[in-house]
Nanobody, 115 residues
Framework: QVQLVESGGGSVQAGGSLRLSCATS????????MGWYRQAPGKQRDLVAI???????NYADSVKGRFTISRDNAKSTVYLQMNSLKPEDTAVYYC?????????WGQGTQVTVSS
C-alpha cells in the first residue's frame, strides 16, 4: 500500500524554525511532483510549496524567502525547511505527491507558532 508519512511538526516561538519531512512507503514505480499544503482552522487547504521531479520549485507568496522545499529522490522523501516562522503559519501541514501517476496525501502534521 502506497503511503505518505509526515514528521517534524511541533510548537515553536515566532522567529523559530522547523523542518518537515514526508517519506513514501509501498511499491512505488514513479514519483512526479511533490508538495506541501496547509490548512488553518476554519480555512481552506492552500498550497505552500511544490517541487517537480526535475527540481523546479514554486512557493506561495506568503512563504517566499522563508520556506524551502527540497526532495531526495534516492530516499523518495520531500522536505520543507521553515524559517522565520510567524503565528500565521500555524496550521496542519500536509504533503502530497504524484506516485505511480496517482495523487496521494499524507495524514498531516500540526505546526503551531506562538507569539
Amino acid at each position: 500500500q502506497v503511503q505518505l508519512v509526515e514528521s517534524g511538526g511541533g510548537s515553536v516561538q515566532a522567529g523559530g524554525s522547523l523542518r518537515l519531512s514526508c517519506a513514501t512507503s509501498g511499491r512505488i514505480f514513479s514519483i512526479d511532483a511533490m508538495g506541501w499544503y496547509r490548512q488553518a482552522p476554519g480555512k481552506q487547504r492552500d498550497l505552500v510549496a511544490i517541487i517537480s521531479s526535475g527540481g523546479n520549485t514554486n512557493y506561495a507568496d506568503s512563504v517566499k524567502g522563508r520556506f524551502t522545499i527540497s526532495r531526495d529522490n534516492a530516499k523518495s522523501t520531500v522536505y520543507l525547511q521553515m524559517n522565520s516562522l510567524k503565528p500565521e503559519d500555524t496550521a496542519v501541514y500536509y504533503c502530497n505527491a504524484v506516485l505511480n501517476r496517482s495523487l496521494y496525501w499524507g495524514q498531516g502534521t500540526q505546526v503551531t507558532v506562538s507569539s
